[in-house]
Nanobody, 118 residues
């Protein structure tokens, strides 16, 4: 339902782009997002974007990361610039689809490792 791409090893200060494509019932998403889980930490929201293209970011991502959407391809992109060692984590794509009043379905893509070296 969600297929994530990208990830890899990059030096501090470098850039990576993470695409995530929705398919199947996930095509009806209302919001898509990227989360990450750092080693030994709980999963945290990095950035989200509504179907209409309204983005939101965690504070540490503001000014460095940009989330965008190509609705014709049902794909979101997380452009990560000025990467820091502390951005090292497994990144997960997420989609939420509203199915009723107060009812949502969550979709998760496979995680993709991002490693930033010093």
């Amino acid at each position: 339902q969600l297929q994530a791409f990208g990830g890899g090893l990059v030096q501090a200060g470098g850039s990576l782009r993470l695409p995530c494509a929705a398919s199947g019932t996930a095509l009806g998403f209302n919001v898509m997002a990227w989360y990450r889980r750092k080693p030994g930490k709980t999963r945290e929201l990095v950035a989200a974007i509504t179907r209409g293209g309204t983005p939101s970011y965690r504070n540490s991502a503001k000014g460095r990361f940009t989330i965008s959407i190509d609705i014709s391809k049902y794909t979101i992109y997380l452009q990560m610039n000025s990467l820091k060692v502390e951005d090292t984590a497994v990144y997960y794509c997420n989609a939420e689809r509203r199915i009723g009043c107060g009812e949502w379905v969550n979709y998760w893509g496979q995680g993709t490792q991002v490693t930033v070296s010093s």
